[in-house]
C-alpha cells in the first residue's frame, strides 16, 4: 500500500458570504494510498464533504494542492476535470442522486455511455446483488436499493477511485450494513481505492485508515490493525 | 439509445400536458404564417399565371366614341405590343322569373380572329356566332346565382331597344376576378353580369360602327406604362377619352391586391406574436425543471457529463416541444391555407388555384419555431451547463424574502396570510409574474384586435348608409340628361322623391401628387345623398370650391385651404384650380364633392344628372322595377338596401370565422399561459402548500393561494392587454386601409370587456385544472421529498 493516489498540500477553501469568511477546509495535507479503503469522519460543517468534492473534481481549492496520480487537479480547466470525473472517479451520495424517469440498469447506461472502459449495466448491477430488479424505476425500490444502484452506477466505469458521501446516511442499520458490504465487497474485488464520508463512529471500524475531522482541521489520523467485517457492524 | 436521450423522451413525456399547451401557441404561429405566405404565393401565382395566359392588358381606356381609324396610331406608340378595341355599355337587363332588374355590362366578342387580350375562358358552351346577334356569352358566376342553363334567355334594354338574348357559353376572364357592379359595394352576381356579344350586334346597338369606346393595350415586358398612358390619352384626347390607366388602377386587380397586402400584413404581425409567447413559455417551464433538476445536474456532471452536453440535453426538451409544435402548425397551416385558397378561388373568381406553399415557407416556419423556442430555452440550459457541480448536489437555498414598504401597507391593510403569500410570490419575482402577464395580454389583445371590426363595419355602414346615402335606390345613365328629366323620375311608379347628382371623371393633382376620381356634384341643401363631416354634420360646397373626404387629401397631401388642380376628362377636358374648402369623413372610396351649378358653369351646359337619388315607397318596388325595364338610356338601378345587406352579408361571413380564429387563439394562449405558470407554482409550492394542509388549512383556503395569485396575474395582464390590444387593433386599420376603402378605429368598452371576459374564464379553467392536482396532492409524500 506504498503507491499514492492522492495527495493534498495546505488544502483550504474558504466561502465568502460578504461580511464573513467561512473557512471548510482550513490547510489540509493527506496522502491516500492504492487500493485503500478510509474513512472521513467528523461533525457536520467539518470540512469532509468539501475535501470529497475537491478530491473528485467537483469543486476547486481556494488555496493549496491536490495531486491524483501524477496530475496535479489544482488548476485544472472545467473540461479537464469533466474528463478526470469521467474516467477515474465513481461518486456515491447520501440520497443516492438516482434520475427518477430512468430505470436501475438506464441509471447505470447514464455513465456506461460515456465511460471510457465500463463494464456492461447489467454486470454492475448484479454485482450490487439487484440483477433482478433492474427495469425497475427508483420509485418501485427501497432506499437500500437505491443506493446500490447508485453503487453500481459509481462502479460501472471501473473507477479507480470510489467516493462515497454518507452512503449510508439516509438508511436504516440493516440496509445500511448491506450497502456497507457492497463497498468492501468492490474494495476487495477490484482493489478501487474507496473514501467514505460519514458521521457515524461505527462504520470506521471497516476501514484501513480512518482521519478525524474537525473544523475544516485533520484532528486525528488512525490506523485500523484489525478491520471488521460490515455484518460485525452494528448501530 | 443513449441512457440520457431515454430520460429526455421520459422527461418530455412526463410534461405532455405542459408541452402540448405551449407546442399549440407555437403551432398557431407556424400556422398563421404557413397559410398568409401560401395563400399569398398561390394568389399571386394564379393571378400571375391567369394573366398571362389570358393575355390581360397592361393599360386601359375608355372614350366616348373613337374611329377604329386611331388604331394604327395606338399600335405605334413606343413599348406597346398588342390592342384589343372593344365596344362596351351597361344595359338594364330583364331576368324571367325575377322582378328586380339586373344591370349587364356588355363587351364586344371580335367575329373573325379570337380576342388578342383579356381573352375570356371558356368554362362552358361555345362563344357566339356572329351571325346569329341574339347569341351571347356570359360570366359563369352571373349564369349560376342566376340558374341560367345553356339556352336560356334573357332581356336587355340596350339604349332603348329590348333585345332577347341566348346564353350559349360561361366564361370567366381575368379583367373580372373582382366583379362588382357599377355603384355597388361588394359583388353580386344575381345583379350584376358581363355579357360577351358579336361585335356587330354590340356596335349596332351602341352606334359604334367603325368605332370604339373601350381600349385594352398590353406594353412591352420592362417597359413602363406612364409614357404608354400619355400617348394613348393624346390620341383619345378629341374621342372623349377619359384618361387611360394601368392595371395598379384596374378596379378587379385593385382588389385583388388589397387582399394580397392584407395576407402580407398578416404574416408580418402576428406570427412573431405567437414565437414570442411559445418561447417565453418555454423560458418559464425549462427555468423550472432546471429547478427541480438541480441534484440530477450535479449527478451528470459528477459522473463526467460536459457542460456542452448538459446544455444540448435540456435544449433538446425545448426542441423536442418546438418538434411538436412545428409539426401541428405544419398540418393545420396546410390544410387551413389548401382550403382558404379554394375559397378564396371562390370569391375571387378565378378559374383554377394553383395551390403551391413552398417548401422554404415551411423550412422558415419551422425553423423560425425551433428557434424561438430554443432562444427561450437557452438562458436556462446555459444556467444548467454553467451550475457548479458541488453546488448543484445541495438543495437550492431558499428563495430571498425581504421587508419591504410593501410588506408595511400589507400589513395595515390586515390582509390574511395567504393573501400576503400571493403578493410576496408577485413581488419576489416580479419579472416573471410581469411576463406571465404580459403574455395574458396578449390574448386580451388577440380579441380585442379581431371584435373592434365589428364596430368598424357597423361605424362604416351606419355612415355611408344611414347617415350619407340615405337615398333607396339610384337610378343610372348611360350619359348624362337633362336635369328637367327629374320631373318623369318623380313620376316613376313608387318614386316619392328625387333628387340629381352628376359624376364627372377627373385627376385631381397638388405638386407631384395626382389621383383619377369621380368627382361628385349635387345642389346644395340635397337630403338624400351628402357629404359629412367629422360630426356628421352635412357639408356644402360652396362656388368655386371642391370637398375632399380625408383619405383623398391625405393622399394629395392638401388642407383645407390650399388649392389643387382639377384636370376634367368628361366634357371640354378643362382643367381648374379649386380651393379645398372642407374635408368630408368616409370609408368607402375616395371622394370629391363639387357645387352643381358651379360644374354646370365650368361645363357651359344647362343643368344636367348622371344619376337620380330617389326614395321609394316600397310597396310599389316591383311595379318601379317593370316600367324602369322600357326606359331607354336607363343603364341601372342600384338599390341601396340590398346593397347594404349584400355589403354586410359578406363581410359578416369573413367576420365571424375571423372573430372564432382570433377568439381560439386567445384561448389557446391563455391556456398554454396559465397551465404551466399554474404547474410551475404548484411544483414550486408543494411543500409549502402540503404544509399548510398539514396545519389545518382547507383543500380551498389552499388553492386560494394558488388559483389566486394567477388569477390576480390575469387581472393585471387586462390593462396590459386592453393598450396592446388598441394598438394592433390601430394598426390593423392603417394596415387594411387603401383607396377602396377605410376600416375606422372604433374601440367600445363592451369590446374590451367581452376580451377579459373570455380571457379572465379561460385563465381560471385552467387554473381550476391544476387546483385538481393540488386536491390530489399526497401530503406525506410531498413532505417526504427532499427539496
Redesign the interface.
Known amino acids: 500500500m506504498s503507491e499514492v493516489v492522492f495527495k493534498t498540500q495546505g488544502v483550504t477553501k474558504v466561502y465568502d458570504t460578504g461580511d464573513v469568511k467561512v473557512y471548510a477546509l482550513d490547510g489540509v495535507d493527506l496522502e491516500l494510498y492504492k487500493g485503500e479503503l478510509t474513512v472521513l469522519l467528523g461533525p457536520s460543517g467539518s470540512g469532509k464533504s468539501?475535501l470529497l468534492?475537491i478530491l473528485?473534481g467537483?469543486?476547486h481549492a481556494t488555496d493549496g494542492r491536490v495531486w491524483f496520480e501524477d496530475t496535479e487537479l489544482t488548476n485544472m480547466s472545467?473540461?479537464g476535470l469533466?474528463?478526470y470525473?469521467?474516467?477515474h472517479?465513481?461518486?456515491v451520495?447520501q440520497?443516492y442522486?438516482l434520475?427518477p424517469?430512468?430505470t436501475a440498469r438506464?441509471?447505470?447506461?447514464?455513465?456506461?455511455?460515456?465511460?471510457p472502459d465500463p463494464m456492461p449495466a447489467a454486470e454492475a448491477l448484479e454485482l450490487v446483488g439487484l440483477g433482478k430488479r433492474m427495469d425497475h424505476f427508483p420509485s418501485e425500490m427501497s432506499g437500500g436499493e437505491q443506493q446500490r444502484v447508485a453503487i453500481a452506477?459509481?462502479i460501472a466505469?471501473r473507477p479507480q477511485i470510489l467516493l462515497c458521501d454518507e452512503p449510508t446516511g439516509a438508511l436504516d442499520s440493516s440496509t445500511g450494513v448491506q450497502v456497507l458490504e457492497v463497498l468492501r465487497d468492490i474494495n476487495d474485488r477490484f482493489g478501487t481505492t474507496t473514501v467514505v464520508i460519514t458521521h457515524n463512529a461505527d462504520i470506521q471500524r471497516m476501514a484501513h485508515r480512518v482521519f478525524f475531522f474537525q473544523d475544516g482541521k485533520i484532528s486525528e489520523t488512525r490506523v485500523n490493525d484489525e478491520r471488521l467485517s460490515p455484518s460485525q457492524i452494528v448501530w | 439509445m443513449?441512457?440520457?436521450d431515454?430520460?429526455l423522451l421520459?422527461?418530455f413525456k412526463?410534461l405532455w400536458m405542459q408541452a402540448l399547451a405551449i407546442a399549440m401557441v407555437l403551432a398557431c404561429g407556424v400556422a398563421i404564417l404557413l397559410t398568409a405566405v401560401g395563400l399569398y404565393d398561390s394568389l399571386s401565382e394564379t393571378r400571375a399565371a391567369y394573366y398571362e395566359r389570358n393575355r390581360f392588358a397592361d393599360v386601359f381606356a375608355h372614350a366616348t366614341r373613337a374611329p377604329l381609324s386611331v388604331l394604327p396610331e395606338i399600335s405605334q406608340i413606343d413599348g406597346v405590343l398588342s390592342h384589343e378595341a372593344r365596344i362596351t355599355g351597361d344595359a338594364i337587363l330583364d331576368i324571367p322569373g325575377r322582378t328586380r332588374t339586373a344591370v349587364g355590362q356588355i363587351l364586344s366578342y371580335p367575329e373573325t380572329d379570337d380576342p388578342v387580350l383579356n381573352v375570356p375562358m371558356l368554362v362552358q358552351g361555345r362563344f357566339p356566332d356572329p351571325g346569329t346577334p341574339s347569341e351571347v356569352v356570359v360570366n359563369a358566376p352571373f349564369a349560376e346565382a342566376n340558374g341560367f342553363a345553356l339556352g336560356d334567355t334573357f332581356d336587355a334594354n340596350l339604349k332603348g331597344q329590348k333585345r332577347t338574348l341566348t346564353i350559349v357559353g360561361t366564361a370567366l376572364s381575368p379583367e373580372f376576378v373582382y366583379t362588382i357592379g357599377p355603384g355597388a359595394m361588394m359583388p353580386d352576381d344575381t345583379a350584376f353580369g358581363i355579357i360577351w356579344m358579336p361585335e356587330r350586334t354590340a356596335a349596332a346597338a351602341f352606334d359604334m360602327t367603325g368605332a370604339f369606346n373601350d381600349l385594352s393595350v398590353s406594353v412591352a415586358v420592362g417597359m413602363p406604362t406612364e409614357p404608354v398612358i400619355d400617348a394613348i390619352d393624346d390620341v383619345l384626347e378629341n374621342y372623349g377619352g377619359l384618361g387611360a390607366y394601368d392595371r395598379k388602377t384596374h378596379q378587379s386587380d385593385a382588389f385583388l391586391d388589397a387582399e394580397l397586402n392584407q395576407l402580407k400584413g398578416m404574416a408580418a404581425v402576428l406570427p412573431p406574436i405567437f414565437f414570442a409567447i411559445s418561447g417565453f413559455l418555454v423560458s418559464m417551464v425549462m427555468g423550472r425543471i432546471i429547478a427541480l433538476e438541480r441534484?440530477?445536474i450535479?449527478?451528470?456532471?459528477?459522473?463526467?457529463?460536459?457542460?456542452f452536453?448538459i446544455c444540448l440535453h435540456y435544449l433538446m426538451l425545448a426542441g423536442l416541444i418546438a418538434l411538436v409544435g412545428v409539426l401541428l402548425g405544419w398540418g393545420a397551416g396546410t390544410w387551413l391555407a389548401r382550403s382558404t385558397a379554394s375559397q378564396y378561388a371562390e370569391f375571387f373568381n378565378f378559374p383554377y388555384v394553383i395551390f403551391n406553399v413552398s417548401y422554404w415557407v415551411y423550412a422558415v416556419a419551422g425553423l423560425a419555431g425551433l428557434a424561438t423556442t430554443s432562444l427561450g430555452a437557452a438562458h436556462s440550459a446555459l444556467q444548467a451547463a454553467r451550475l457548479?457541480?458541488?453546488i448543484a448536489?445541495q438543495p437550492p437555498a431558499p428563495p430571498r424574502f425581504r421587508r419591504s414598504f410593501v410588506d408595511d401597507v400589507m400589513m395595515r391593510l390586515r390582509l390574511t396570510q395567504p393573501t400576503i403569500m400571493i403578493l410576496r410570490s408577485l413581488l419576489r419575482w416580479p419579472l416573471r409574474s410581469l411576463l406571465t402577464s404580459v403574455g395574458l395580454g396578449m390574448a386580451v389583445a388577440s380579441v380585442i384586435a379581431s371584435l373592434f371590426i365589428n364596430d368598424s363595419l357597423d361605424e362604416i355602414v351606419d355612415l355611408a348608409f344611414f347617415q350619407s346615402n340615405r337615398q333607396d335606390a339610384m337610378l343610372l345613365f348611360a350619359d348624362d340628361i337633362p336635369e328637367t328629366a327629374l320631373e318623369d323620375i318623380r313620376n316613376l311608379p313608387g318614386v316619392l322623391q328625387a333628387e340629381s347628382q352628376q359624376f364627372h371623371a377627373a385627376i385631381l393633382r397638388s405638386g407631384h401628387r395626382s389621383k383619377r376620381v369621380a368627382i361628385e356634384a349635387r345642389r346644395p341643401g340635397t337630403d338624400l345623398s351628402r357629404a359629412l363631416d367629422v360630426n356628421q354634420k352635412p357639408l356644402t360646397v360652396p362656388p368655386g370650391g371642391i370637398l375632399l373626404s380625408e383619405r383623398l387629401a391625405a393622399r394629395l397631401d392638401v388642407q383645407p385651404g390650399e388649392t389643387v388642380q382639377v384636370e376634367f376628362l368628361t366634357g371640354r377636358r378643362e382643367t381648374f384650380e379649386v380651393k379645398v374648402t372642407d374635408l368630408a369623413e368616409q370609408h368607402l372610396g375616395l371622394g370629391a364633392y363639387m357645387d352643381f351649378e358651379y360644374i354646370n358653369q365650368l361645363f357651359r351646359q344647362a343643368p344636367r344628372l348622371s344619376t337620380a337619388n330617389v326614395t321609394l315607397d316600397t310597396l310599389q318596388i316591383d311595379a318601379l322595377h317593370q316600367a324602369i325595364k322600357d326606359i331607354p338610356l336607363l343603364t341601372g338601378i342600384i338599390e341601396m338596401n340590398v346593397n347594404r345587406r349584400s355589403f354586410q352579408e359578406t363581410i359578416e361571413e369573413n367576420i365571424v370565422v375571423m372573430n372564432t380564429i382570433y377568439i381560439a387563439i386567445a384561448i389557446l394562449i391563455t391556456v398554454g399561459v396559465t397551465y404551466n405558470a399554474a404547474r410551475i407554482q404548484l411544483s414550486e409550492r408543494a411543500r409549502e402548500l402540503a404544509s399548510l394542509r398539514i396545519l389545518g388549512f382547507g383543500k380551498g383556503e389552499v388553492s386560494y393561494i394558488l388559483v389566486g395569485e394567477l388569477m390576480l396575474i390575469a387581472l393585471i395582464a387586462q390593462p396590459i392587454g386592453w393598450v396592446a390590444g388598441a394598438w394592433i387593433a390601430q394598426a390593423m386599420s392603417s394596415a387594411f386601409t387603401s383607396d377602396l376603402y377605410a376600416i375606422p378605429l372604433v374601440l367600445k368598452p363592451a369590446t374590451f370587456a367581452v376580451a377579459s371576459l373570455i380571457v379572465l374564464s379561460a385563465a381560471f379553467a385552467s387554473a381550476m385544472l391544476v387546483r385538481r392536482r393540488l386536491d390530489r396532492l399526497n401530503l406525506v409524500a410531498v413532505m417526504k421529498t427532499?427539496e
Open positions: 468539501t468534492n473528485g467537483l469543486d472545467d473540461r469533466t474528463k470525473r469521467r474516467d472517479v465513481g461518486f451520495f440520497f442522486n434520475v424517469s430512468l438506464e441509471n447505470v447506461q447514464l455513465v456506461t455511455d460515456v465511460a452506477r459509481a466505469k | 443513449q441512457a440520457i431515454r430520460k421520459r422527461d412526463r441534484s440530477e450535479g449527478l451528470l456532471k459528477a459522473i463526467g457529463y460536459s457542460n452536453e457548479a457541480p458541488a448536489m427532499r
